[in-house]
């Protein structure tokens, strides 16, 4: 007995202290401190890029090699604390920080033959390359900014204005490894932190008042630029110092990498008269093509031209609607605005929006930014309209100097385009479109109509539903209008979302799901197709909400589901909702290619 006692104590003491080790190593993991790690016996892999590049100085490149060996370790402390660390900033950490910085596996989508056999005369403007961050994972950092100086021929590189944009260093330590590493780079790169998070547009349009290369570039803090990028940017620059360029971005799921790599081909950005945007298919062949506006993660533009628009995003909260002013006051001042599918760009894209907002102004930032946008470039009659949906003009009040000094910029430059121009020659209504969903309706049933109450008290973010005597049309109110989307729409800007136990209607995101709406014209149904639920009405309530399409016999009729018909009211040429590209605008056809 007393042998099997003390084998008992024994089992019992190994027990406590493998528990005890495994507390003591799991909170080592879930507390990893990039500041606090020190290395043993880590061996270098064939991924990490250990070759000496032509910018780095003895220094740097010992520096980076360090640095590369501490996020390929710390790569494997994340892999256990997965739920810490693989969420941060939705990106899956562990895997990106196990990439090399630079890396010759990614697959080239430029058209073949068109990109693959043309070549571009050597050109000698400087260049002045901008990337700002805030709470960026260092390894995205370090990607984006050795892949663009790796692409970027030493005659034309000018500068890096590297900017921290406020970021968390009590949370994100390695990102204090940025300054001393680019510090000893043997290229000029000026390296600034704000205390605080002042906000994209901001830091942006900062560097570039800054900048004093020829050509400003500006691109997103977690991109891998592709080589022989910068020669097909330029060469638009040079023979038009008006030109505003964006190579197009290729994209790469980065959480779990199923998918692999997606080629964007290319697509024109457009907008409705709500800058809603509108992305519009293009032929692959390769050809540089205009748009109305670009994406804001990598463009360039003379600094000569942006100094005569003053720039973009003048007095804009946070991020948005910046790369849609860029292109209206492009377009407007007698600039054109390309995408160029031999340059390519590879985005990382998150699972959520990375980038936390610094706010100056508080206010909605999307609505404050658009309705700037529209208030600075359109007419007081199309602001209204914006307006009534986003109920922005109290907090635009606050920046009437700035609209007024946009209005003094379009005047001083003569810029005589309107955006009816724009509209007229750059956009038109998709062709594809069908008759119905071109067109808008009011919703009619039992002799009444579906109307939309705005709800002061969300910032007019959810909208309920109600069954109204029918009025005159208004179109912030009961106008309705089916897309190629899926989704309907009220004012072009707000989506029958079917994710509320009471349907609303919020702000479009054009991504499915809770948004997709079905009309059946043969029952008068509508319905969401990923619940099989129709729209409804409870027994005694007054707003709509989603039920059951069909009615086993004897089940209960405390939910009634309507059959709606839809009522024009009017078409295509009131609505500029869903527009497209011309191929070329005969008024401006040879200016393009």
């Not at 901001?202 to 500006?218: C, D, E, M, P």
């Not at 945007?277 to 205009?290: A, L, S």
């Not at 463009?299 to 946070?318: C, N, P, T, W």
């Not at 018909?565 to 290619?593: C, E």
């Amino acid at each position: 007995m007393r042998w099997i006692r003390k084998r008992t104590e024994t089992l019992r003491n190994l027990l406590l202290v493998s528990l005890l080790t495994i507390l003591l190593f799991t909170q080592f993991h879930y507390t990893f401190n990039w500041s606090q790690l020190t290395l043993h016996n880590v061996t270098p892999t064939e991924n990490r890029s250990d070759n000496r590049l032509y910018f780095e100085t003895e220094k740097s490149y010992k520096l980076r090699l360090q640095i590369q060996d501490k996020l390929l370790y710390g790569s494997h402390l994340k892999q256990i604390a997965e739920k810490q660390f693989n969420s941060r900033e939705g990106y899956n950490e562990s895997f990106l920080d196990a990439l090399p910085l630079l890396r010759n596996n990614i697959p080239d989508f430029r058209p073949a033959p068109y990109c693959t056999n043309r070549t571009y005369t050597t050109s000698n403007t400087s260049v002045s390359v901008i990337i700002n961050y805030h709470n960026e994972l260092l390894s995205l950092v370090l990607r984006s900014l050795y892949t663009v100086l790796a692409a970027i021929p030493p005659h034309n590189l000018h500068e890096v204005i590297l900017i921290d944009d406020g970021s968390d260093l009590a949370s994100y330590h390695e990102l204090r490894e940025v300054e001393p590493l680019v510090s000893e780079l043997d290229v000029d790169v000026k390296f600034y932190r704000w205390e605080d998070n002042k906000g994209l547009i901001y830091s942006r349009r900062w560097a570039a008042q800054h900048a004093t290369g020829r050509a400003v570039l500006v691109l997103d803090s977690h991109v891998e630029v592709r080589p022989g990028f910068l020669g097909p940017l330029l060469a638009l620059v040079d023979k038009n110092y008006k030109s505003v360029v964006a190579p197009v971005f290729d994209f790469w799921e980065t959480f779990d990498h199923r998918d692999g790599y997606i080629s964007y081909d290319g697509n024109a950005l457009g907008f409705d008269r709500y800058l809603n945007w509108i992305f519009v298919y293009n032929p692959k062949d390769g050809r540089n093509f205009p748009t109305p506006a670009i994406l804001g993660g990598a463009f360039l533009a003379s600094k000569k031209f942006l100094e005569e628009i003053d720039y973009f995003g003048r007095g804009m909260v946070g991020w948005g609607y910046e790369n849609i002013e860029l292109g209206l006051k492009t377009w407007m001042c007698g600039g054109i605005v390309h995408y160029v599918p031999c340059s390519r760009v590879l985005h990382h894209s998150a699972q959520r929006s990375p980038i936390s907002h610094g706010d100056r102004i508080k206010a909605s930032h999307p609505s404050f930014n658009g309705g700037l946008v529209i208030k600075s470039y359109f007419s007081e009659e199309h602001f209204k309209e914006f307006e009534m949906i986003t109920k922005v003009n109290s907090s635009l009040s606050v920046v009437a100097d700035i609209i007024a000094a946009n209005k003094e910029m379009l005047a001083r430059n003569q810029c005589m385009r309107d955006y009816g121009w724009v509209r007229r020659n750059l956009m038109r209504f998709l062709e594809s479109y069908d008759k119905e969903t071109s067109v808008a309706h009011v919703m009619e049933t039992q002799g009444k109509c579906v109307t939309v109450h705005l709800q002061e008290n969300t910032g007019g973010n959810q909208d309920d539903v109600f069954l109204e005597s029918c009025s005159t049309p208004k179109i912030a109110l009961n106008v309705m209008r089916l897309t190629i989307w899926g989704d309907l729409r009220i004012f072009d800007r707000r989506c029958l979302d079917w994710g509320y136990p009471a349907v609303k209607f919020a702000t479009c995101h054009m991504q499915g799901g809770n948004q997709i709406t079905r009309y059946d014209k043969a029952t008068g149904q509508i319905s969401n197709i990923s619940e099989d639920l129709c729209l409804g009405k409870a027994e005694g309530s007054s707003w709509f909400s989603k039920g059951p399409c069909e009615r086993d016999a004897g089940q209960s009729r405390e939910f009634t589901v309507f059959n709606f018909q839809f009522r024009t009211v009017f078409n295509r040429t009131m609505l500029v909702g869903g527009l497209a590209l011309f191929d070329t605008p005969p008024s401006v056809k040879g200016r393009f290619h």
